[in-house]
């Protein structure tokens, strides 16, 4: 499974490219040929990227979703509006599309955080907002979330 590690403050020039950090580049190396796809986050006002296998993972479990079904149908048609494929260019930036980069209220500076197998494009200000939001129910919400999973009898962490 990927992993990917950091969380780095960058600028988008006048026309959206974003030069990918070297540490999260080098990260995503293996994965540069098969290109990423971006597209609207569904909880938060950020973008997501997903390396294309991740991002054909996650279509072969929604492809397993009855379409005759109405809420499903509806669920994928609002879960891939706006995706796009995106790919570095030679000097390492991504071009992220103008819609896209309106929806998370990007101008110019943002943040790049990964998010285990995908990463997440944030305006700055938004991000910041974001974390010092949650910062106060944390600790609940760590305790909600692996409080009842356990690696043994040594838990998690």
Known sequence: MLNL???????????????????????????????????????????EIYPMKEWDALMRKMGDLNRFTRKNNDFIRRFTAGVKIVELDATGR???????????????????????????????????????DAADDFADLAEEV?????????GIS
Not at 18 to 47: E, H, I, N, T, Y
Not at 101 to 114: C, D, H, T
């Open 5 to 47: 590690i950091g969380t780095y403050e960058c600028k988008a020039d006048v026309k959206g490219r974003v030069m990918v950090p070297a540490p999260l580049k080098k990260q995503l190396a293996p994965f540069m040929a098969d290109g990423f796809v971006v597209k609207r986050a569904v909880f938060q006002p950020c973008l």
């Open 94 to 132: 991504l071009l992220i599309p103008k819609d896209l980069l309106s929806f998370a209220g990007i101008s110019k500076e943002l943040v790049v955080s990964s998010a285990i197998n995908i990463v997440e494009i944030w305006d700055k200000d938004r991000y910041e907002q974001a974390i010092d």
């Open 146 to 154: 692996m409080g009842d999973k356990s690696d043994g009898a040594n």
